[in-house]
């Protein structure tokens, strides 16, 4: 916990560890979930050093061909999904609501993604920003948000939940996973940030802001109960994940991804 998270006058939340899942694509999943639920949440890594897995669909890394090659054998690994859903993702606070379950759908823009059909997999590429998981086990709906500062200052978890609410989820039922992004630690950033995140400014003007604090704040203020974060952090776990900072913006995207398996 950072001064900066204390600052934000929150409890901390549950912390909920992502564990690697075996196989040839580099994945972190919440077992628990897909145990207790059969709801399926996860993050693709950054796998082997000499082969990326980069996902990024508007990167400059790696020629398309390469990046759909990874999206496919993605998809392979997770057959008991035959439609993913992803948009191009502008830091807004937009969250679409998805009915149909098949095929690879690229959208234009949007930072949320919602559905209650099974086999349909919500997609958000990360690189330090912070994917957002809801989930509603007993409606059976679940809500994937891209929070970076923008979003989170935007609104978009209040838009996710209200989203859900919309469509027959009770707010007592829902739980919330601020998943892998970066930390407090390493996310130094200016005074617009901690005023678009309703945080203090620190009297340098700058400071380290931890946005996922700022999250399980918005969370508990929407009356959510049942949030947890992730021990991970893009940047300093970098080994494992891509990150946007710690590369000075040259790595590649990881895709969040949260779907009904059944
Ligand atoms: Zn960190």
């Known amino acids: ?12 939340a549950t912390v909920r ?22 709801v399926v949440a996860g993050i693709t890594g950054r796998g082997g050093e000499s082969a990326p897995f980069d996902l990024g669909l508007a990167g400059a890394n790696t020629s398309v061909g390469q990046v759909m090659g990874r999206w496919r054998r993605f998809r392979e690994s997770v057959p008991e999904f035959p439609g993913v859903v992803v948009s191009q993702q502008v830091h807004g606070t937009a ?6 379950a098949a095929g690879l759908t690229i959208l234009d823009a949007a930072d949320g993604h919602a559905t209650s059909t099974p086999g349909l997999l919500l997609g958000v590429t990360a690189a330090d920003c912070v994917p957002v998981y809801l989930i509603d086990p007993i409606r059976r709906a679940v809500a994937l948000l891209h929070a970076g500062w923008r979003g989170t200052a935007g609104g978009i978890l209040a838009r996710g939940v209200e989203l859900l609410l919309a469509r027959g989820s009770v707010v007592d039922n829902l739980l919330i996973h601020c998943g892998i992004g970066i930390c407090g630690s390493c996310y130094e950033v200016g005074s617009e ?7 203090a ?55 969040a991804y949260l779907g009904l398996s059944k």
């Open 1 to 12: 916990m950072t001064e900066q998270a204390l600052a934000v006058g929150v409890a901390p």
């Open 17 to 38: 560890r992502e564990t690697a899942v075996a196989g040839s694509v580099p994945k972190f999943e919440i077992s628990e979930w897909r145990e207790r639920f059969g």
């Open 95 to 100: 969250v679409l609501w998805h009915d149909v």
């Open 193 to 199: 940030v901690f005023i678009g995140c309703g945080v």
């Open 201 to 255: 400014v620190p009297p340098a003007g700058r400071g380290w802001l931890d946005v996922r604090s700022v999250l399980v704040r918005q969370a508990r203020e929407l009356g959510v109960e049942n949030v947890s974060t992730s021990p991970f952090c893009s940047m300093h776990d970098q080994p494992l994940f891509f990150s946007h900072r710690a590369s000075g913006g040259a790595d590649g995207r990881m895709v």
